[in-house]
C-alpha cells in the first residue's frame, strides 16, 4: 500500500481496508468468474465496491441490473463506438438506456453481469474501455467540446487529455500506480476562452495563459508564441494551474490558484506530480475530509506546490498575471462554422442527456452520413457533430431527428441539466430528470423569455448535477408538507460560469417538489426579466 502520511492502518476508514485487503483493479481477471456466479452469488464487497475500478456500478434500485460508466477523454467517440454502445443497450429492451453526464461522458443503463464478458469484448474491438472510472480513481478528463473545430482557440487540447488518460489507465488497461487514491479526483484542461470545462470545480485544472519569455531561447525550443509589443520578448501560451475544487455533501469548494503556470509539454508530468503528492499524502481517514482541498487545507498551498515540485524535479514558474478566459460560456446548440473551410459542426440539444438505443443508433448514422463519424459530448449533457460541409448541411437540418433533439430549444430547456435521480440512484431523494422536463415544459408555456436560464436539477447532497455553478440550482432534499414529509428541493441561486466564475449558494431551503413551480415562476420574473404570457395572465 502506498505510503499515506500520518495516516495509521487502524484509523483507516472502511474503504481503505477494502482496497488493502484485494486491490481493486484485481476484478479484471474475475469477470467470467462474475458472470458464471451471477450477481447474487457474488461476495458483496466485490459487487457493491470493487466492480467500480472496471466501471460496473451495482444499483440497490433495479437490482440485478448494473450501470456501467465508460471513459471518453475529451467527449470525443465514433460512430462505430457509438453504434455498439447502441448494440449493448439494445438487447435490454425498456430497461436500457444512456446518460450523458456532466463529464462528457456516457453511462450505460440495465447491464447485467452475465453478459459482462461479451460487452468488454466488444468494448475492446472498438477501443473503448471503462477501467478505473468509479470510486477512488480518476474519472472522465474533460476538454474543450469543439477542440481542433473553434477558429478562436488557443490550445487544441484532444492530444493533451488522452496523454493523460493514457497515463493513468496505461492506455486502458490499468495503472495500479493510480488506481487508489484516498477519493475521486478530476482533472479538467481547456484551450479556449469560454471556461467550456468549468474548471473551477476541479480538483486540479489547467487553464490559458500567457507569459513573456525570451524571444530567442522560446523559439529555439519550439512551442506556441505570440509576439508582444516588446522587441525583446514573446508571449508562451501554457496554463495556469487551478486546484482543490469539488463538490461533496459535507463542503464544496471552487478551485484556487496554485500560483503556477506550465507549458503544454510539461502538464502530463505536473498532473503525474499533483496525483503522487494526492495518493501519497493525502487523508485516508475520515472520508468525508479526503478530497485534495482537505490537503491543501492542511499544508497550505505553498507546503503543496512545494510538495508538486519535489516530484516534478524542477521548480514552477509563477501564474501568468492574468488567464485567457475572457469569453461569456458558449452552449454549441445550434450550427457553427468551423475554422476548417467549408466545414460545420453542430450542437444537438439532448433533453436532461437521456439517450436510448434507438437515438444513440440514428446519431451514428447521421455521423457517418454527413460528417466524418466523429461524435463529441459536452458537459452541458449534449452532442455535437462536427465537419458537416456546407454542400450536407441543408439535407442534415431536414432529418427527423432533429425534431427530438433541436438546435433551438426552448430559453429553459437549453441549458436545462439533471443527474440520474431516483429513477437509478440510490443516493437520490428524489427523481429528477423526468420532473426537470415537466417543469421546464410548464414553465416555458407560460413564460416568456429574453434570455437563457441555467437550470440545474440534482437528486441529493452529492451535488452530481451541479446546482452551485447554475442561474438556478435544485438540490433533493425532504421537505414538510401538512405535517408529512415529501420531496423536496433547496434553492441555489448566483452560480456564474465562463469568465470570473464562482459558486452560487443556498437561497431557499424545503421548498416542496408539488409547489415548485410558482416558486420558479416567481424567480424567474424577478431575476431573470421573463414576463407572463397573455394567455397565462387571463388564466389567473
Partial sequence: MTDTGTTTKTSLNKFEKLKAEKDGLAVKAEIEKFAALGWEAMDETDRDHRLKWVGVFFRPVTPGKFMMRMRMPNGILTSDQMRVLAEVLQRYGDDGSADITTRQNLQLRGIKIEDLPD????????????????????????????????????????????????????????????????????????????????AEINDLAFVPAYQEAEEQGSREQGGNFAVSSSSHSALQFGFNILVGGFFSAKRCDAAIPL?????????????????????????????????????IDEWGIDKFRAEVEQRLGKSLLPAAAKDEIDWEKRDHIGVYKQKQPGLNYIGLHIPVGRLYAEDMFEIARLAEVYGSGEIRLTVEQNIIIPNISDACLTTLLTEPLLERFSINPGALARSLVSCTGAQFCNFALIETKNRALATVKALEADLTFTQAVRIHWTGCPNSCGQPQVADIGLMGTKARKDGKAVEGVDIYMGGKVGKEAHLGTCAIKGIPCEDLQPVLQDLLIKHFGAQLKQEALVEV
Avoid at 478528463?141 to 489507465?169: C, K, S
Avoid at 479526503?290 to 490537503?295: K, V, Y
Wanted: aromatic share 6%; proline share 3%; glycine share 8%.
Fill in 259 to 295: 500560483n503556477a503556470w506550465v507549458a503544454p509539454e510539461d502538464v502530463v508530468a505536473v498532473c503525474r506530480a499533483v496525483l503522487e503528492v494526492f495518493r501519497d499524502k493525502g487523508s485516508r481517514a475520515n472520508r468525508l475530509k479526503s478530497r485534495l482541498m482537505w490537503l
Fill in 119 to 198: 460487452i468488454f469484448h466488444k468494448l475492446h474491438a472498438v477501443g473503448l474501455t471503462t477501467v478505473q472510472s468509479g470510486m477512488d480513481n480518476v474519472r472522465n478528463i474533460t476538454g474543450d467540446p469543439v477542440a481542433g473545430l473553434d477558429a478562436d482557440e488557443l490550445y487544441d487540447t484532444r492530444d493533451l487529455v488522452q496523454q493523460i488518460q493514457d497515463m493513468l489507465t496505461n492506455k486502458g488497461e490499468g495503472n495500479p500506480e493510480f488506481s487508489n487514491l484516498p477519493r475521486k479526483f478530476n482533472i479538467a484542461i481547456t484551450g479556449g476562452r469560454d471556461n467550456s470545462v468549468h
